[in-house]
Nanobody, 124 residues
Framework: QVQLVESGGGLVQAGGSLRLSCAAS????????MGWFRQAPGKEREFAAA????????IYVDSVKGRFTISRDNAKKMVYLQMNSLKPEDTAVYYC?????????????????WGQGTQVTVSS
């Protein structure tokens, strides 16, 4: 199992950018699918983006396509989420997660390891 620690959250104005980082430890990182989920106040946790073990494939929820970019560095055991053109509706706690499968339609149940989350707040 992999341990995950997120960082990089904060307060930003609408239209601004943030880069989230996720540091992983554990032997399986380079073979894991990595994902970012988010949970807004009073709402369920939702999928935002995922990247395959090699980095060759990525997938995004429609609401962040063209604005967010997920990437990974297997040598450093890091995953990143570059968030541009942020909107107030992007405000949420963002979680890094590791799983074993990569396919369209991935859900929370596909990911077995989770970080503690990092808060992102976008002001209007």
């Amino acid at each position: 199992q992999v341990q995950l620690v997120e960082s990089g959250g904060g307060l930003v104005q609408a239209g601004g950018s943030l880069r989230l980082s996720c540091a992983a430890s554990g032997q399986t990182f380079s073979s894991d699918t990595m994902g970012w989920f988010r949970q807004a106040p009073g709402k369920e946790r939702e999928f935002a983006a995922a990247i395959s073990w090699s980095g060759a494939r990525t997938i995004y929820v429609d609401s962040v396509k063209g604005r967010f970019t997920i990437s990974r560095d297997n040598a450093k055991k890091m995953v990143y989420l570059q968030m541009n053109s942020l909107k107030p509706e992007d405000t949420a706690v963002y979680y890094c997660a590791a799983g074993r499968r990569f396919y369209s339609g991935m859900t929370i149940s596909d990911f077995g390891s989770w970080g503690q989350g990092t808060q992102v707040t976008v002001s209007s």
